[in-house]
């Protein structure tokens, strides 16, 4: 006989095999409605409608969704991905591979239960990301470590005052800022093993300090109260979170273990829940028992209208692509203007030439910003990540659905074959995704082989010490500023200032003995005439050089290109080479660098924390 159960929630009746299919979702308002001619404020009614809205429209999310243009949405919003990812050693490269399945990167990623210390966190980057990791707690291998990951346009600075490790609670929270926006944002962890009531009450501390402040606020994690469960605990919880302020847009069960029951404990809480325009879970990004949670809050788009430098913006960097296609382009189109353009023989020709080669490399090589969104080249990737490794993960996803709805009431564990069947394969795919990328790593050092230079370098990699690019925004006089001229400007006027200020310091400092600087007249002997001779250079001279260029040299020309293109520059090269050895001059145009500001260490932000690195002209 078939038996059935009554839903309150929706006021109808549902066969048990149904109800056990049926996804609960946490609705704590559903029951209240504003009334007519109620004396309660209106007002009050219309925000409870609008956390009504934010819960109901929590939903799972397929890789088909987060792949669609903007996530679906007609503008980028702020994108936050948070999960329990138990332990990175274990699944750090699952996730990385999972994430590369996506056309669109999130701004800000929270992990908890991460099982690594801060200096550690050099091993698990993210291409296009910034690290900032909280230890775990002292002598616990398992169960504790947070740790959050910053997209490259984003600078986030921790907050100090909020961010804590004890047994009851861990949290690490940062000031975010983009183009003069500023809002918080915080990843939480509550071990199962602290005592709730503390928790509760640190956690209130944390939230009261956000809701003291004018910025926006996300605070994510895994905070092991189950939402769905009426309990004292949840009560509790929920008056921490309301009572000021925070509201959840979680409302789906996030964890789910074989045996158990489904129980919805991470979540993300925002400050303003006016500003949240999706929120769930993605149901193929799942590595641990704890399915990801993700939100969208629409602030960006309007960070984008206000203060914005436009084209000076340091965030709206040029984009190259040197591709084959490309390089035959960009040969086609030099030999046809070398051939109808005329050059003189004297310093304003040679500006003229390196003038054309340069324009015809923005046409041939520039990307299209709008280009640039569409690629996949956008999404997360590692070059060991392998179409192979991508279909395997899909049909472990499937395996995992499979066995999902073979669960019920009266079988809570659903087809022990089937869960048998996705846990080998799990356990299989995780091995083969190890070996891809240990594969990987060993045929690059193989042919490093002989090069301590290369093999140097790919070490670094490894670890984690690569050069980071310089922030979107920077402090000046106390204001955070992104426009690039402004940037550049003051980086140029702290570089100049280095010297000046250290020989100022030095004379004020009554310790160091300072000697007269000698003229220089003294070390010029006389003159010797007619000591040095050039030889006019030769195209099969000039060949030979550019020909011993290193392709990985740093050059204001990529040196792949400059030799695709020795045939059609060579000519012009030699007759300016050789009348500058006639006149004796050293043309003008070779003698500007160009300076790369390189980060050494501490706050991003400021400009005293970054050392100059000048490279000059190829040619």
Known sequence: KQTFQYDQTVDQWFCCDCQAQK??????????????????????????????????????????????????????????FSNNIDGMSQNFDTLLTKL??????????????????????????????????????????????????????????????LTMICPDIETLFVEISCKGQNFNFGVVYRPPSGNLKTFNHLLENVFNNLSNKTNHSIVCGDFNVNLIKNDCNKMNFENVFYGNCFIPTISLPTHEKPGCDPSCI????????????GSGLLTDVKV??????????????????????????????????????HILEFNSKLTHKLSIDEFSADETGFEKFVQCISNT???????????????????????????????????????YEKWKKSKNKRNKMGDSELYDRYKKYRKKLRALITSAKNMFYSKKFSNCKGNSKKTWELINELRGKSISKPKCSFLVNGVLVNHRRIIANEFNRYFASVAHDLNENALKSENLPISPVPDFSIFMKNRVNESVFFEPCSTAEVEKIITALENGKASDIPIRVLKNCTSIINPHLTTFYNKFIELGIFPNILKVGQITPVFKKDNKQLFKNYRPVSMLPCF
């Open 288 to 325: 641990s028992h704890h399915y990801p949670t993700v939100c969208f809050y629409d602030i960006i788009d309007s960070t984008n209208q206000s203060n914005s430098g436009g084209d000076d913006d340091i965030c709206s960097s040029s984009h190259y692509d040197y591709c084959e296609s």
């Open 361 to 399: 490399i923005d046409e041939c090589f520039k990307v299209n910003s709008e280009t640039l969104k569409k690629s996949k080249r956008n999404r997360i990737e590692n070059p060991w990540i392998t179409n192979g490794l991508i279909n395997s993960i899909n049909y472990k996803n499937f395996l």
């Open 23 to 80: 996804i609960v979702k946490y609705s704590p308002f559903n029951s209240i409605s504003y009334k007519k001619y109620s004396p309660d404020d209106p007002e009050a009614y219309a925000e409870i409608d609008k956390i009504k809205s934010c819960l109901s429209n929590c939903k799972l999310m397929s890789n088909k969704v987060m792949n669609t243009q903007n996530f679906g949405f007609d503008r980028r919003p702020l994108a936050v």
């Open 266 to 277: 991470d979540n993300i809480f925002v400050s303003d829940v006016d500003y949240v325009i």
């Open 100 to 161: 590369s399945m996506l056309q669109n990167q999130f701004d800000l990623l929270a992990l908890t239960e991460t099982n690594i210390n801060e200096s550690h966190k050099n091993l698990y980057k993210i291409p296009g990301y910034t690290s900032i990791f909280n230890s775990k707690y002292p002598n616990k291998h398992k169960g504790s470590g947070l740790g959050i990951y910053i997209n490259e346009g984003f600078t986030g600075n921790i907050i100090n005052s």
